[in-house]
Structures are given as structure tokens and as C-alpha cells.
Nanobody, 124 residues
Framework: QVELVESGGGSVQPGGSLRLSCAAS?????????FAWFRQAPGRGREQIAC????????SYADSVEGRFTMSGDSSKNMVWLQMNDLKPEDTGVYYC????????????????WGQGTQVTVSS
């Protein structure tokens, strides 16, 4: 069982920045090399917005965050981060970290390990 713990959420004004962290622990944590960030806006389903393959460091992003968000990871520490710049009100939602052994942009149901989520609110 892999435990994921997100942190770093909060409230910011439009144009502001936040950095989310996700720490993985537990038996088998080192076996999972695909990490993704999902977000769930109020009244909507979860959407994947960023992904990293820890073995290559390759990242990819949804169009809605490309150029503003940067995902990074340190496999030696079992940590991933999401640097979010130029935040917009539409970025508001609960952000979840997820991991599994499959490819990036797999469906939500293909990720077997999830964190509890951290709230991000962008408002003036």
C-alpha cells in the first residue's frame, strides 16, 4: 500500500503562484514510476493536468496549464512537485496526486494510489 500526502495548497490572487508537494511512502512506493496531478473543480469530475515518468523525468501537461505549471520529481526522495504560476480563477479546485505503473494520461481508474487532495483557491 502506497500512501500519498499532498501539501502546499492555499488561497491566492489571480496571477499568483503556489507550489504543491506530494510525498510517497509505504511498501512498494519505489515500484511506481508514473506520477500525475489531477484537479477537481467545484461540481466537476477530476481531470489530469500533469504527469511525470520518474525513470526518464519526462513531463507532459494538459493544454489548460501548459506554460504555467511545471511538474518535477525526485525519485530518490519519492517526491513530486507542481509549481503553479500565473494562477487563474479557473484553476480553483482540489488537487490530487496519483501514482501507478502505467503510462501518463491513463484513465483516472487506472491510477490505484491517490492522496487526500489539497485545496487551491484563486480569487481576488
Amino acid at each position: 500500500q502506497v500512501e500519498l500526502v499532498e501539501s502546499g495548497g492555499g488561497s491566492v490572487q489571480p496571477g499568483g503562484s503556489l507550489r504543491l508537494s506530494c510525498a510517497a511512502s509505504g511498501k512498494g512506493a519505489l515500484d511506481y514510476y508514473t506520477f500525475a496531478w489531477f484537479r477537481q473543480a467545484p461540481g466537476r469530475g477530476r481531470e489530469q493536468i500533469a504527469c511525470i515518468r520518474q525513470n526518464s523525468g519526462r513531463t507532459s501537461y494538459a493544454d489548460s496549464v501548459e506554460g504555467r505549471f511545471t511538474m518535477s520529481g525526485d525519485s530518490s526522495k519519492n517526491m513530486v512537485w507542481l509549481q503553479m504560476n500565473d494562477l487563474k480563477p479557473e484553476d480553483t479546485g482540489v488537487y490530487y496526486c496519483a501514482t501507478d505503473m502505467g503510462p501518463c494520461w491513463a484513465s483516472e481508474s487506472d491510477f490505484s494510489n491517490w492522496g487526500q487532495g489539497t485545496q487551491v483557491t484563486v480569487s481576488s
